[in-house]
């Protein structure tokens, strides 16, 4: 059963860094487009970051430009979301996500999800 674990989460004060790693099983996802999403209590799941799998192009979303790089390492099966100048706005649960077609912000597009880490700013 393919898989995607996500590890990393953590409380942290605001201006603080973590590193989430989304690391796959089950099957491999390294000609994959991977995405990471996050969802905060009482929010929609909204869209973070999302890297393709042979180019590097990546995307972000305006609220985490300049603070946060999604960067994959496909002989490890893994892709990590770099979180730097973290804000008490950026507390949510963070999944990573796998799509077979496409670089896209589009979460219906994507077809595996792993279960989440949660990441708690304090101010």
């Known amino acids: 059963q393919p898989q995607l674990v996500e590890s990393g989460g953590g409380l942290v004060q605001a201006g603080g860094s973590l590193r989430l790693s989304c690391a796959a099983s089950?099957?491999?996802?390294?000609?994959?487009?991977m995405g990471w999403f996050r969802q905060a209590p009482g929010k929609e799941r909204e869209f973070v970051a999302a890297i393709s799998w042979n180019t590097g192009t990546t995307y972000s979303a305006d609220s985490v430009k300049g603070r946060f790089t999604i960067s994959r390492d496909n002989a490890k099966d893994t892709v990590y979301l770099q979180m730097n100048s973290l804000k008490p706005e950026d507390t949510a649960v963070y999944y990573c996500a796998a799509n077979s077609l496409l670089l896209t912000m589009n979460s219906d597009s994507y077809e595996y999800w792993g279960q989440g880490t949660q990441v708690t700013v304090s101010s």
């Open positions: 089950g099957r491999t996802f390294r000609t994959w487009y």
